[in-house]
């Protein structure tokens, strides 16, 4: 195996974990998660180390993604204003990128403000 390789195995591991949880939630699902235990200090920090992998291994697909988690562990947590920061970060990559994910994102951010 190169150099390098296993740690990017790692972090498209940790990042594929932090989108399944996303997409169940999304699907009203009730998974068996960090988040949903109701660790929200450990799920935030699951996806603050997904954003440092992201950059790491340049996947801006994936930092949206981690950015729009960490938006959903502060407004599960009453942070109003820091959630919709964070998903707007992740909006914006989001964008950028011409992903899909940026409709529902956008979605979730207008449902947020009045």
């Known amino acids: 195996m190169a150099p390098g390789a296993a740690i990017i195995i790692a972090c498209r591991d940790l990042l594929f974990r932090s989108k399944v949880e996303t997409t169940l939630r999304h699907m009203g699902m009730v998974p068996r998660t960090l988040g949903a235990a109701g660790d ?3 799920a935030r920090e699951h996806h603050l180390q997904a954003v440092r992998l992201a950059r790491q291994i340049n996947s801006q697909w994936d930092e949206a993604h981690a950015w729009a988690g960490l938006g959903r562990c502060d ?14 970060t992740a909006l914006a990559i989001f964008r950028r990128i011409g992903a899909v994910e940026a409709a529902g994102v956008a979605a979730e ?6």
């Open 40 to 42: 929200l200090g450990a």
């Open 75 to 88: 407004l599960a947590a009453g942070q109003v204003e820091a959630a919709v920061g964070h998903l707007s």
């Open 109 to 114: 951010i207008d449902a947020i403000e009045p």
